[in-house]
């Protein structure tokens, strides 16, 4: 059984329609395409290997970082709660 599936949404029958119309909380255009994942549950790293994984982060953001040299902490700040707060908006 595929873990995927993608369908126009003028394909959808009228009830897979409204079901996926209220999984969004809004409605869907004739002209959207809807996918749909399905994931199984699984086990977050722990021990030595998250702490490698948090180390890896680490440097990756400062690396990044390195590269915003002309950037203010106050701009940073700024850009991390705009940021922040649109991925808010976005989970309801």
Not at 38 to 57: D, F, N, S
Request: aromatic share 4%; net charge negative.
């Amino acid at each position: 059984m595929p873990d995927h599936s993608v369908h126009k949404v003028i394909d959808l029958a009228p009830d897979e329609r409204l079901l996926v119309e209220r999984w969004l909380g809004r409605t869907l255009a004739d002209n959207e395409t809807v996918s749909v994942n399905a994931y199984r549950q699984h086990t977050g790293p722990a021990g030595g290997e998250r702490e490698v994984l948090r180390r890896e982060v680490i440097a990756q953001a400062q690396e990044i970082g390195s590269r915003a040299q002309d950037v203010s902490e106050e701009e940073v700040d700024a850009l991390l709660d705009e940021a922040f707060a649109e991925i808010r908006g976005r989970r309801g």
